[in-house]
């Protein structure tokens, strides 16, 4: 299946392969095409280098060198209990799997891949995240911004008007209602063929205050995003399954914002720097440190660490939600800067280990007395890192990060 529209004066061809996700097929026509799922990317949302290496990527048509970690893995293996559930708790007449759709333009360069998770009664698209958080699943409170223009390319491709984002986690079920915006996806296309022009030419993909324009546009229409339902999780029979499934399946989902009843500070704050009031608990009972997804789930191997974790993961929300690339001061950002970022992207993808190296590394080896403050194994509190990161980071920098609500 496919159409013709045009675009800018020049036509466009958009067609659907049945190509399955996954599939060694999908995988070879996804090859030197700029996809959804890495959009954000391509606009320099996660960062310069990352978007540096994509630009590689879609040049030489090579895939991509990430690790499977077991974030990936326990999206894959949930998809179709996320499936399950929106066909039986969802009013829906007809919802069908579908392709990698294929964006052409009129000299036959196919230069666009997206690939929705369905397509429900001909006008509605489909796109389901299953969100592992570290090994502790909860519902996005909202769509998150770096999934917005993969939702909007999608309804363009398969020339739908609204988006069903479908967050599935064992518990519950969150979809809400994205709906079609042609001025976003007008000037998000023309980010997208210009990154991907810059690729093919061998140049260094370009950074404009319209990137910025455009990821503002994409929060008002992640504000906009309505919860259409809250649901109920199913579990698909005979479906293959992460090995934590079981574990998660009866769990009570967390409270992200709860307090110390000792300081009142977050809990996220006091589970590895106990403050007086709780200090004596914590040390009777050291299980408590894994409710603490960092320290479970890969940095707990490096001692007297502590302090680092707490500063990426307090840090690590408002720092995605709220650092845009100009009040980052993208194109010259500092090294300091560099560092942290690359800290936060390891985070997002589960490295827990490499995220906190990455940042400490840089502390050691890159600062003023950092052999003597930062030594791997010694604690470092949380003023010092902070201050060490202010000191080596321009004013504008300093400006956006450390004046994020929390």
């Not at 590689?56 to 894959?76: C, F, H, L, P, Y």
């Not at 699943?137 to 939702?151: E, N, T």
């Amino acid at each position: 299946m496919g159409h013709t529209s045009e675009d800018k004066g020049e036509r466009v061809h958009r067609r659907e392969t049945s190509y399955e996700q996954g599939s060694e097929d999908w995988k070879m026509a996804r090859k030197g095409k700029v996809t959804g799922s890495r959009a954000a990317c391509a606009l320099g949302w996660r960062g310069r280098q990352e978007m540096e290496e994509y630009a590689k990527q879609v040049r030489s048509g090579g895939v991509n060198s990430t690790e499977i970690n077991d974030a990936m893995r326990w999206g894959s293996m949930c998809e179709d209990h996320a499936v399950a559930t929106y066909i039986h708790k969802m009013p829906c007449k007809m919802f069908k799997k579908t392709g990698l759709w294929i964006q052409s333009d009129d000299n036959g360069s196919s230069w666009l891949g997206v690939s929705p998770d369905g397509i429900v009664d001909e006008d509605t698209v489909i796109e389901i995240k299953c969100p592992y958080m570290a090994g502790n699943p909860f519902p996005y409170r909202k769509v998150p911004v770096s999934y917005v223009p993969q939702c909007q390319l999608e309804m363009y491709a398969t020339n739908t008007s609204k988006c069903h984002f479908v967050c599935w986690t064992p518990k519950r079920t969150f979809v809400y209602l994205i709906e079609r915006d042609q001025q976003f996806i007008k000037e998000l296309l023309d980010h997208l063929r210009s990154f991907w022009d810059d690729a093919q030419a061998g140049i260094s993909p370009k950074w404009t205050s319209g990137i910025d324009v455009l990821k503002k546009a994409a929060q008002e229409i992640s504000d906009k995003s309505k919860l259409l339902q809250t649901l109920e999780s199913c579990r698909k029979e005979n479906a293959m399954e992460h090995a934590d499934f079981n574990r998660f399946w009866k769990r009570n989902e967390p409270v992200p914002k709860r307090k110390c009843t000792g300081c009142g500070k977050l809990q996220v704050i006091c589970k590895l720097n106990p403050c007086k009031n709780i200090s004596t608990t914590c040390k009777a009972n050291p299980t408590t440190l894994q409710s603490f997804q960092s320290f479970t789930y890969g940095s707990g191997q490096v001692p007297n660490s502590c302090h680092t974790d707490t500063f990426l993961e307090a840090i690590f929300h408002p720092f995605t939600h709220q650092v845009t690339p100009s009040s980052a001061n993208f194109q010259n950002s500092s090294a300091a800067l560099d560092a942290l970022l690359e800290a936060i992207i390891m985070q997002e993808q589960g490295n827990f280990h490499t995220s906190k190296m990455v940042l400490w590394n840089y502390l050691q080896n890159n600062t003023s007395n950092g052999q003597i403050n930062f030594p791997i194994g010694k604690i470092a509190s949380l003023s010092l890192i902070i201050d060490t990161l202010c000191k080596n980071m321009y004013q504008q920098e300093r400006n956006a990060l450390f004046s994020l609500h929390t």
